[in-house]
């Protein structure tokens, strides 16, 4: 499997912007769906945002269509999340995740077999 590393979160006023990395580790990257989750207090672990493993292919959840971005540069087996015009409803423990599916994005949390350490990301109104 995959080991998962995300950086990239903090403090921000609404309406700011922030960019989650997630580094893999191995050779096999390009493999994996790639996706990222939140979890805010009290609430379930959702899907955010999810890329194919050409990175040709993205999802996003309709609450963050328009704001999120999900990317991915193979070469460097990192994927990204960039998020604009954040809300205090943003608020959550970010994870990335790597599914080995061959079809589809899975929205799932049981699609993926391999989780980062998460990293917080708060915006404040």
């Known amino acids: 499997q995959v080991q998962l590393v995300e950086s990239g979160g903090g403090l921000v006023q609404a309406g700011g912007s922030l960019r989650l990395s997630c580094a893999a580790s191995?050779?096999?990257?390009?493999?994996?769906?790639m996706a990222w989750f939140r979890q805010a207090p009290w609430k379930e672990r959702e899907f955010v945002a999810g890329?194919?493993?050409?990175?040709?292919?993205?999802y996003s959840i309709d609450s963050v269509k328009g704001r999120f971005t999900i990317s991915r540069d193979n070469a460097k087996n990192t994927v990204y999340l960039q998020m604009n015009s954040l809300k205090p409803e943003d608020t959550a423990v970010y994870y990335c995740?790597?599914?080995?599916?061959?079809?589809?994005?899975?929205?799932?949390?049981?699609?993926?077999?391999?989780w980062g350490q998460g990293t917080q990301v708060t915006v404040s109104s």
């Open positions: 995740a790597a599914s080995p599916v061959t079809l589809g994005i899975p929205t799932s949390r049981r699609g993926y077999i391999s």
């Open positions: 890329i194919s493993r050409s990175g040709g292919s993205t």
């Open positions: 191995g050779r096999t990257f390009s493999r994996y769906v």
